[in-house]
Protein backbone atom coordinates (compact mmCIF):
# COMPACT_ATOMS: atom_id res chain seq x y z
CA UNK A 1 0.00 0.00 0.00
CA UNK A 2 0.83 3.69 -0.96
CA UNK A 3 -0.35 7.12 0.98
CA UNK A 4 -2.05 9.08 -1.88
CA UNK A 5 1.22 11.61 -2.98
CA UNK A 6 -1.46 14.31 -4.25
CA UNK A 7 -2.38 14.85 -0.39
CA UNK A 8 -0.16 17.01 2.18
CA UNK A 9 0.42 17.29 5.37
CA UNK A 10 0.54 20.98 7.33
CA UNK A 11 1.18 21.52 10.97
CA UNK A 12 -1.61 24.62 11.73
CA UNK A 13 -0.79 25.72 15.49
CA UNK A 14 -1.61 22.26 17.38
CA UNK A 15 -3.20 20.67 14.84
CA UNK A 16 -1.46 18.31 11.78
CA UNK A 17 -4.24 18.51 9.00
CA UNK A 18 -4.17 16.52 5.63
CA UNK A 19 -5.65 18.61 2.67
CA UNK A 20 -5.83 17.65 -0.98
CA UNK A 21 -4.29 21.20 -2.66
CA UNK A 22 -5.96 20.57 -5.64
CA UNK A 23 -9.34 21.62 -4.46
CA UNK A 24 -9.77 25.37 -5.62
CA UNK A 25 -11.93 26.22 -2.28
CA UNK A 26 -11.03 24.01 0.54
CA UNK A 27 -14.19 21.63 1.60
CA UNK A 28 -13.83 21.43 5.14
CA UNK A 29 -15.57 17.91 4.78
CA UNK A 30 -12.58 16.37 3.34
CA UNK A 31 -9.83 17.77 5.82
CA UNK A 32 -8.10 15.27 7.97
CA UNK A 33 -6.86 15.83 11.35
CA UNK A 34 -4.08 13.61 12.59
CA UNK A 35 -2.42 13.11 15.77
CA UNK A 36 1.20 14.03 16.86
CA UNK A 37 1.99 9.70 16.11
CA UNK A 38 -0.20 9.55 12.87
CA UNK A 39 1.42 12.46 11.24
CA UNK A 40 4.84 11.17 12.34
CA UNK A 41 3.66 8.53 10.71
CA UNK A 42 2.51 9.52 7.82
CA UNK A 43 5.77 11.54 7.50
CA UNK A 44 8.04 8.59 8.02
CA UNK A 45 5.45 6.78 5.36
CA UNK A 46 4.78 9.13 2.69
CA UNK A 47 6.51 8.36 -0.99
CA UNK A 48 6.90 4.96 0.24
CA UNK A 49 5.50 1.80 -0.71
CA UNK A 50 4.83 -0.80 2.80
CA UNK A 51 3.22 -3.06 4.46
CA UNK A 52 1.36 -3.11 8.02
CA UNK A 53 4.49 -4.69 9.57
CA UNK A 54 6.66 -1.23 8.56
CA UNK A 55 4.05 0.71 10.59
CA UNK A 56 4.47 -1.87 13.42
CA UNK A 57 8.09 -2.12 13.68
CA UNK A 58 7.95 2.13 13.46
CA UNK A 59 5.60 2.05 16.44
CA UNK A 60 7.88 -0.18 18.63
CA UNK A 61 10.55 1.94 17.70
CA UNK A 62 9.45 5.19 18.29
CA UNK A 63 7.62 4.94 21.10
CA UNK A 64 8.64 1.30 22.88
CA UNK A 65 5.21 -0.36 23.33
CA UNK A 66 4.55 -3.90 22.39
CA UNK A 67 4.23 -5.32 19.25
CA UNK A 68 0.73 -6.74 20.31
CA UNK A 69 -0.22 -3.17 21.06
CA UNK A 70 1.43 -1.72 17.85
CA UNK A 71 -0.49 -3.69 15.52
CA UNK A 72 -3.67 -2.90 17.07
CA UNK A 73 -2.47 0.49 16.55
CA UNK A 74 -1.47 0.16 12.80
CA UNK A 75 -4.47 -1.87 11.73
CA UNK A 76 -6.89 1.54 13.42
CA UNK A 77 -4.56 3.42 11.63
CA UNK A 78 -5.07 1.58 8.16
CA UNK A 79 -8.51 1.13 8.42
CA UNK A 80 -8.85 5.17 9.26
CA UNK A 81 -6.91 5.45 6.32
CA UNK A 82 -8.93 3.44 4.03
CA UNK A 83 -12.36 4.30 4.86
CA UNK A 84 -11.34 8.58 4.30
CA UNK A 85 -9.30 7.68 1.02
CA UNK A 86 -6.17 8.30 2.07
CA UNK A 87 -4.46 5.84 0.44
CA UNK A 88 -3.13 5.38 -3.35
CA UNK A 89 -5.75 2.87 -5.34
Known sequence: MKLRDD???RHVGEDHI???PN???VD????FT???SAAWLWESLIGKEF?????????VAQY???VAQAA????????LFEQNDLLAP
Open 7 to 9: LVL
Open 18 to 20: IVD
Open 23 to 25: QGV
Open 28 to 31: MSKV
Open 34 to 36: LND
Open 51 to 59: EINVIIELL
Open 64 to 66: GIT
Open 72 to 79: HDAKKLIE
